[in-house]
């Protein structure tokens, strides 16, 4: 640290925040970062324990330039701390991210210029309110010049009950089960309030939880029911095809198969009806070609002395080697039903 208070350091690496206990492996989109020209430096994201204040840089990664108060008291504390007493303090973000995007297991994506592998979780257009300095760090990756600080990134809950309560239905829109562990992040912030403030939040947050809840519920029935009508209308169409009759029974076997077992089973009653329906077409075909040959019993002697001769040659085509003109036209007769 400079004897004019001012520091630097990065207080994001932009690399991925391994194995976080709520988001899984986490990052943040640079590209899609901001934050106010000016911007504070504060203890433990405290907003009255003001450290000092700094610039924040974006490119690979997010750099702060600041000063460090020489009038407020967490100011001189922080001060002391590192440069008299090196005292091994980490930088902390503050973000609030204005979209979230939720990898499933295995699932890929790069940013930062590093690949993030599901489960996961990228926030993008992210605002950054401040940066703290905090004992607890989690991203080994970062580094500053002059304090020799890691990094650790927080997402720190609003006090205010009423933000509380847009955090948590935004969540719950997208995750009902990230929602969940915001609301008990919340009671457990509110064991520093009084006890009858305690009690509103928790019972606040119970009701609302039973409200999405049910909504939930609502929408997932929904759901289930569209779905159950659209795996009806492919079974009829195909049991059409194949002379099968769709009873209830039928249907309550094909609603309760998992997405995956559907898929299976249908595509082979799918493969089954179109092989059906080619044999059918094709005996049809050979029908009516063997009814144009044939003839019928309307024919005069002359229409079928032609049919008997076309009939042969084509025999005698068949097997020239084997078959004389005489067996051959003996053979026509024969598959034509016509007496010599």
Known sequence: ??????????????????DHPFWGNLAFDISTMSAKKSIPVLKN??????????????????????KISAVTEYGIEAFNLIKEE?????????????SIVTLRNGEKMEVNGHEIVGPGTVFKGGVI???????LGADSETSTTIFNLKE??????????NEDMKKFT???????????????????????????????LIDELNAK?????????????????????????KI?????????????????????????????????????????????????????????VKGTDTDTDEEKSKKVFSLARELREKSPTTLSVAASLQEARKQLGIEE
């Open 129 to 135: 309110k401040e940066v703290s300095l905090t004992p």
């Open 170 to 200: 935004d969540l719950f829109s997208d995750s009902p089960e990230e929602a969940f562990k915001f609301a008990c992040q919340c009671q457990e912030k509110a064991s520093e309030a009084s006890e009858d403030d305690k009690q509103k």
């Open 236 to 292: 009829k169409k195909v049991f059409s095809v194949l002379g099968i009759t769709y009873t209830d029974d039928l249907k309550e076997v094909y609603d309760n198969m998992t997405e995956e077992s559907f898929d299976k089973v249908f595509s082979g009653l799918q493969s089954d009806a179109q092989k059906l329906a080619e044999d059918k077409s094709k005996r049809e075909k050979e029908l009516t070609s063997f009814q144009e």
């Open 1 to 18: 640290m400079n004897e004019d208070r001012s520091f630097e350091g990065v207080a994001y690496s932009g690399g991925i925040i391994k």
């Open 209 to 233: 939880v039973d409200e999405l809840t049910k909504a939930n519920e609502a929408l997932v029935a929904n759901a289930k029911e569209k779905a159950s009508l659209e795996r009806s209308e």
């Open 152 to 161: 650790e990134i927080n997402i720190p809950m609003e006090e205010k009950m």
């Open 86 to 98: 090196d005292f091994p303090m980490q930088e902390s973000v503050y973000i609030e991210p204005a």
């Open 45 to 66: 994201h405290d907003m009255d324990k003001i450290i000092g204040s700094g610039k924040l840089e974006f490119n690979d990664a997010v750099r702060i330039k600041g």
